[in-house]
């Protein structure tokens, strides 16, 4: 009998597939700040059935790939805030001191001041430089909150399904062995 070799290929290609494709609705949601999207994608392949286990395995796959991405950002745009002051003149000791989650632009001047930076122009400078940092994190940090929560829903779907499968190969199991008392 011919057995055909291809199917592990299949199998990946199919994977790569609902990667990209998820990776894409991701995208959607982020910019949206909406989940329907994915979750729409979702609910189709649990209608399917079962058999999109591995597909809903590779959405939580690319989910948490794209966290991973975020929180490098997050950690990035700290990095590019501390650097790009202490370029501009403000004491390292100082940058310890700020925290662009939680700063008010008042007592951002004071640190400023206290750091050696006199001039209007480089406070408005680095007032500029956290204003931007801190929309880039509110961002971020949105996108981080919204991947959690959909990281918990695909989960939720995802051990459905699995109870729903090992449930099913049980019944099927215990239905067709030899010694069972239901007929077949």
Known sequence: MFEDKSDPVYTLVERAYVRLQAGDILVMCMEQ???????????????????????????IAELNTRKSQLHNDFHEILDDLDNSLMKMG?????????????????????????????????HMECLRFLENSQEMIESVLKNISLLDDLEIYLNDWLWGLIYQTTRDELSHAIINTPKSRYPH
């Open 33 to 59: 700040g909406d989940p329907a999207p994915i979750q729409h994608m979702v609910e189709s392949l649990i209608v399917a059935g079962p058999q999109n286990l591995v597909a809903i395995r590779e959405i």
């Open 90 to 122: 403000v004491s390292k000791s100082i940058v310890e001191q700020i925290n662009p989650l939680d700063i008010e632009p008042e007592r951002f001047m004071q640190l400023l001041l206290r750091g050696g930076l006199e001039h209007d122009v480089e």
